[in-house]
Nanobody, 114 residues
Framework: VQLQASGGGLVQAGGSLRLSCAASGIIFSFKDMDWYRQAPGKQRELVATITSGGSTNYADSVKGGFTISRDNAKNTVYLQMNSLKPVDTAVYYC?????????WGQGTQVTVSS
């Protein structure tokens, strides 16, 4: 299983970014997919989840600003992040679980300047 995250960068407050996570080695359409983030000095936290059926859930801190989506034809999950704030600065990771084993992407840095 491999997860390749991309799309991070430096953006001003109020700006937008779209993260992508391309998966291989799994039957992607069958898997729930998650985005996590870890800010400096803080624990990794769940940001958003999309199920195999397309249902979504979000952390309260990102509701209304972030949107998770998936393209099963491309084996890719996305995180559209709008109205970014400095508190959103973190390394963002995609994750899935296969047979009770967690697989993580390598992380992509998002930095929001004030």
């Amino acid at each position: 299983v491999q997860l390749q995250a991309s799309g991070g960068g430096l953006v001003q407050a109020g700006g937008s970014l779209r993260l992508s996570c391309a998966a291989s080695g799994i039957i992607f359409s069958f898997k729930d997919m998650d985005w996590y983030r870890q800010a400096p000095g803080k624990q990794r936290e769940l940001v958003a989840t999309i199920t195999s059926g397309g249902s979504t859930n979000y952390a309260d801190s990102v509701k209304g600003g972030f949107t998770i989506s998936r393209d099963n034809a491309k084996n890719t999950v996305y995180l559209q992040m709008n109205s970014l704030k400095p508190v959103d600065t973190a390394v963002y990771y995609c994750r899935t679980v296969v047979l009770r084993t967690m697989y993580w992407g390598q992380g992509t840095q998002v930095t929001v300047s004030s």
